[in-house]
């Protein structure tokens, strides 16, 4: 079962984070020169699942390897309608220890509340 098909499954939003090992555009990579073989389905994933693609605050790669390649392959992806319910979303990237992967950390802040009209207390 592709993950399209898992999302389409649930009847709430979702949110979807981890390592993609993919970029998707030519800012994603360091020292990148075109686009890489399946940035184009990635996008078209993303596009599917109206999802977005939150920007990286702190960093602006997730992996590293020894001879200075360096890429975005980790993020979070949530379903567009988490923006109706929360004022501002944002992903952070921490600094990494051992893994040649950078942990990401979701952050929030504050909550929508819609109403269906005006109440009155008296």
């Known amino acids: 079962m592709d993950l399209l098909a898992i999302k389409n499954s649930f ?7 981890g390592d993609f090992n993919t970029i998707r555009n030519r800012s994603d990579r ?5 686009l890489v073989n399946g940035s184009r389905e990635f996008n078209s994933f993303i596009d599917n699942c ?7 605050m702190g960093k602006k790669f997730t992996w590293y390897r020894p001879n200075s390649k ?7 992806l949530l379903e567009e309608q988490w923006l109706i319910y929360f ?3 944002s992903q952070q990237g921490l600094n990494r220890s051992v893994s040649d992967h950078m942990s990401l950390r979701l952050l929030f802040i ?6 269906g009209g005006q109440s009155s207390m008296w």
Do not use: Q
């Open 50 to 56: 109206k999802s977005v693609d939150l920007p990286l």
């Open 11 to 17: 009847a709430c939003p979702w949110i979807i984070g």
């Open 87 to 89: 004022n501002d979303f």
């Open 30 to 34: 360091s020292s990148c020169v075109g």
């Open 70 to 76: 360096r890429s975005r392959l980790d993020r979070f």
């Open 110 to 115: 504050g909550l929508h509340l819609h109403s």
